[in-house]
């Protein structure tokens, strides 16, 4: 068995970290280079780096935070935001970036997932999806940071982006996202069963139990978490360590080989 992965993510708005809850009510929580120097020490298996407001206008800005950010990262690290062509992708990736995420525009131009797995590989093309529950008792994917429901359920959607070449999926519970209350076991369950690519699980880790339920009540691949990695509150060594003795397979930091 593949071992699972843990992903802190940055959530970046103008050149700062970021979190809210349910997308909302962002607070400052410091600087993305200064804590993608701790997470690459402190173990965690990648890192996910959002620019959650990217415009045409900051997109230089990102890029060459980009560039900063891969001279200090020692593990592999995806960028989403903002992106919207194939030209896009290739400047991310030329200034280090091992994989991009691609959300509102993967709807928008379904193409884009295609064309960038054709000429990349899908090995770097990561698609987003944030995920709303509706009260017709449906997942629905929802872009432009949250604000607008696309109508399309989950699932389906997850079948087709995989069907265009993603390598991969980010899945994000609207409705669990800072929260701290633990991550949406059923939308996650049903999404990454569906799917033959791995699927990160995002939204709503609060304790060191929700990493383990995610893992041994979903196939998900990798769990994802913000805030509780932001303050400190949980220590990346300490939750493998939690997971290895729950017989979850991790790589661990100067642990002996299983």
Known sequence: MLAKRIIPCLDIKNGKVVKGVRFQNLRVMGDPVEHARYYAQAGADELVFLDITATNERRDT???????????LNIPFTVG?????????????????????????????????SEGAEVYGSQCVVVAIDVKKTDGNQWNVFIHSGQT???????AWAKKVEELGAGEILLTSMDCDGRQEGYDLPITSRLAAAVNIPVIASGGAGTIRHFADVFKLTNADAALAASLFHTRSLEIAALKDFLYQKKIPVRRMYA???
């Open 81 to 113: 935001g903002g992106i919207r062509t194939v030209e896009d992708i290739r400047r991310l990736l030329l200034h280090g970036a091992d994989k991009v995420s691609i959300n509102s525009a993967a709807v928008a131009t379904p193409q884009l997932i």
């Open 149 to 155: 429901d696309t109508g399309m359920e989950a699932v």
């Open 62 to 72: 990102v890029v060459a935070l980009v560039g900063k950010l891969s001279t200090t």
């Open 256 to 258: 002996e080989a299983y």
